[in-house]
T-cell receptor, first 112, second 112 residues
Framework: NAGVTQTPKFQVLKTGQSMTLQCAQDMNHNSMYWYRQDPGMGLRLIYYSASEGTTDKGEVPNGYNVSRLNKREFSLRLESAAPSQTSVYFC???????????FGSGTRLTVV | GESVGLHLPTLSVQEGDNSIINCAYSNSASDYFIWYKQESGKGPQFIIDIRSNMDKRQGQRVTVLLNKTVKHLSLQIAATQPGDSAVYFCAENIPYGQNFVFGPGTRLSVLP
């Protein structure tokens, strides 16, 4: 049972490049989330998907887009990467929005 | 206590002692709380949860206490072990919201 799988684990981008972070869960969870984690800032919500077919902005959505491809997969896209987007990105899922999350192992992104 | 900044609050304890990690949450309407543990290079991992109709809940070596009067949550770890060294986050779920709000975290360092 893999839980939440994120790819890639590490990525270096040049300013202005685009990329998509992939996330998949095999627990039949309804809700999925993307967070970024910066030193001393804790976890900040970028976007979430309460259920298949819906997405909503979180605390820090600017510069990102998401797609809930199906119940299992929730991707995060950076259209034009900026150094301020250097961070560790975590995907998480939960049964619904009133249950605890299962997190992936993270993607460490550096934008130069 | 919790603070926002570049450096996490740090709690250092001797191996075998009990640890108490504190968290002040933000919203008096929050009705569900979770403690997560994050080891270096990994995603946060669920430890224990508590709903607002309780003031104490015990797990294996861990106890969570909730004081709604002062909006305070604590995590007690009994007989702290080296494997407990990590960053600990509290998270609160606000009713009718669709995600948890995370605190900035506390680093627990276990001394031999």
């Amino acid at each position: 049972n893999a839980g939440v799988t994120q790819t890639p684990k590490f990525q270096v981008l040049k300013t202005g490049q685009s990329m998509t972070l992939q996330c998949a869960q095999d627990m039949n969870h309804n809700s999925m989330y993307w967070y970024r984690q910066d030193p001393g800032m804790g976890l900040r919500l970028i976007y979430y998907s309460a259920s298949e077919g819906t997405t909503d902005k979180g605390e820090v959505p600017n510069g990102y887009n998401v797609s809930r491809l199906n119940k299992r997969e929730f991707s995060l896209r950076l259209e034009s990467a900026a150094p301020s987007q250097t961070s560790v990105y975590f995907c998480a899922s939960s049964v619904d929005d009133n249950y605890g999350y299962t997190f992936g192992s993270g993607t460490r992104l550096t934008v130069v | 206590g919790e603070s926002v900044g570049l450096h996490l609050p740090t709690l250092s304890v001797q191996e075998g002692d009990n640890s108490i990690i504190n968290c002040a949450y933000s919203n008096s309407a929050s009705d569900y709380f979770i403690w997560y543990k994050q080891e270096s290079g990994k995603g946060p991992q669920f430890i224990i949860d508590i709903r607002s109709n309780m003031d104490k809940r015990q797990g294996q070596r861990v106890t969570v206490l909730l004081n709604k009067t002062v909006k305070h949550l604590s995590l007690q770890i009994a007989a702290t072990q080296p494997g407990d060294s990590a960053v600990y986050f509290c998270a609160e779920n606000i009713p009718y919201g669709q995600n948890f709000v995370f605190g900035p975290g506390t680093r627990l360092s276990v001394l031999p």
